[in-house]
């Protein structure tokens, strides 16, 4: 199994097999007055029949969030991106940084022996290799070049979408699944 994760404060997680089974896990980062903010997690899954199980948590943070992944994978193959820290906003840099080794790290302590490889790879790396994009383009038209492209690469992905909204984090997510495939298995 193969986990893509894109690891911002609106980010996903696709997990990938090669069955064509694939499970998402999309958060949002929720503020709430007066209380440390939480991450709104939704679960798809995608059975025979379309979208057949869905769970909704409230977490924390990303090691309660790496504990929900844990519980649908063993032997995990890992490919997340890495964080962007820009000379404008470096705080937000840190905070997708900093979520990105949580959910890492949570999954190293809960999967063990079951996590084969960890790869980290930037959006202009995987987005170049796998979609032939520029890596200096806007992120705007990356976005729209991910939610355009991505799907055609498997169709079992257009199911959460449909589901979940077309959020260039879930495609960003399976892009990086697709780039690690690639990266392991060439």
């Not at 905070?95 to 890492?104: P, S, T």
């Not at 490889?117 to 992120?139: D, H, I, Y």
């Amino acid at each position: 199994m193969i986990l893509g994760i894109d690891p911002a404060k609106e980010g996903a997680a696709v997990l990938y097999d090669p069955r064509l089974r694939v499970v998402t896990c999309v958060w949002s980062w929720k503020h709430r007055p007066r209380k440390k903010p939480i991450y709104e997690t939704i679960f798809t899954h995608l059975g025979p029949d379309g979208i057949c199980y869905t769970a909704t948590w409230d977490l924390r943070d990303g090691g309660q969030i790496a504990k929900k992944i844990a519980n649908e994978c063993r032997d995990l193959q890992i490919g997340i991106e890495d964080a962007y820290i820009s000379k404008q906003n470096p705080r937000a840099g840190l905070r997708v940084a900093r979520f990105g080794g949580e959910i890492i790290g949570g999954l190293s302590a809960l999967l063990s022996y079951d996590v084969d490889s960890v790869t980290w790879v930037t959006a202009a790396v995987w987005r170049k290799e796998l979609l032939g994009v520029n890596p200096f383009t806007k992120r705007e038209q990356c976005k729209k070049i991910s939610l355009m492209n991505i799907p055609s690469y498997n169709h079992t992905i257009t199911d959460h979408l449909k589901f979940h909204g077309m959020l260039d984090h879930v495609t960003d997510a399976f892009g990086v699944v697709l780039w690690t495939d690639n990266k392991l298995n060439n």
